[in-house]
């Protein structure tokens, strides 16, 4: 996605929650924490993957200006030490929020939207499995892309040694699978649920 296609999608984003985009810091400071270096599979590449999804498939958002900030804002903070990350991401999301005067219940709904981003239950509502299906749209993505997604999630945890780190992917990769479905959203559905059972069933199978 192109840094003039990112702006327009952030001003409207705020535009469609009735308030005007904050300056230009808060965007930067965004994309600056996408750009950090511990980062490989989590950066603006997978942000800009992401909201070229959105745009496609904005139409089924019941509150798109919600889902596109959720977006923004669901991998803001990185640390692949830590276990929090969504949720302070979250609580960015909301401050951010209700700093530019957007109303408290829209600010606690992102909120709850960057959170389902752990995948640790089913999404709830459509807003929801939205985003849940565009953040796993990677899963789906052509061989290559998906090849090369596997390659740097285990760059980012490097430092955990091959033989806990392996089992432990598969074991992710695997719940995945063990799903009826990935995708929750028919049209997503359609396109990426039979491509990503085939590399999740080549990644897990070595």
């Known amino acids: 996605m192109t840094p003039q296609a990112l702006h327009a999608n952030w001003n409207a984003a705020w535009h469609a929650l009735g308030v005007a985009a904050p300056d230009d810091a808060l965007r930067l400071e965004l994309q600056r924490r996408y750009g950090e270096?511990?980062?490989h599979y989590h950066t603006m590449q997978h942000l800009g993957e992401c909201l070229a999804w959105f745009?496609?498939?904005?139409?089924?958002?019941?509150?798109?200006?919600?889902?596109?900030?959720?977006?923004?804002?669901?991998?803001?903070?990185?640390?692949?030490?830590?276990?929090?990350?969504?949720?302070?991401?979250a609580d960015w999301a909301r401050q951010a929020m209700q700093a530019a005067g957007v109303d408290a219940a829209a600010a606690d709904r992102v909120h709850a939207l960057v959170m389902a981003t752990r995948h640790d239950a089913?999404?709830?509502?459509?807003?929801?499995?939205l985003l849940i299906d565009?953040?796993?749209?990677?899963?789906?993505?052509?061989?290559?892309?998906?090849?090369?997604?596997?390659?740097?999630?285990?760059?980012?945890?490097?430092?955990?040694?091959e033989e806990i780190r392996?089992?432990?992917?598969?074991?992710?990769?695997?719940?995945?699978?063990?799903?009826?479905?990935?995708?929750?959203?028919?049209?997503?559905?359609?396109?990426?649920?039979?491509?990503?059972?085939?590399?999740?069933?080549?990644?897990?199978?070595?």
Do not use: K
């Open 37 to 39: 270096p511990q980062r």
């Open 166 to 206: 392996l089992p432990r992917r598969r074991a992710i990769l695997q719940r995945f699978l063990d799903r009826p479905a990935i995708y929750a959203t028919p049209r997503m559905h359609a396109l990426l649920e039979a491509r990503a059972r085939e590399n999740l069933q080549r990644s897990i199978a070595g």
């Open 55 to 89: 745009d496609r498939e904005q139409a089924l958002a019941e509150r798109p200006g919600e889902v596109a900030l959720a977006l923004w804002f669901h991998d803001a903070i990185y640390d692949v030490h830590a276990h929090d990350n969504e949720a302070r991401s």
């Open 134 to 161: 565009i953040d796993l749209s990677i899963l789906g993505a052509e061989r290559a892309r998906f090849d090369e997604y596997e390659r740097q999630v285990h760059v980012e945890y490097g430092f955990v040694p």
């Open 122 to 129: 089913v999404p709830e509502g459509r807003d929801a499995e």
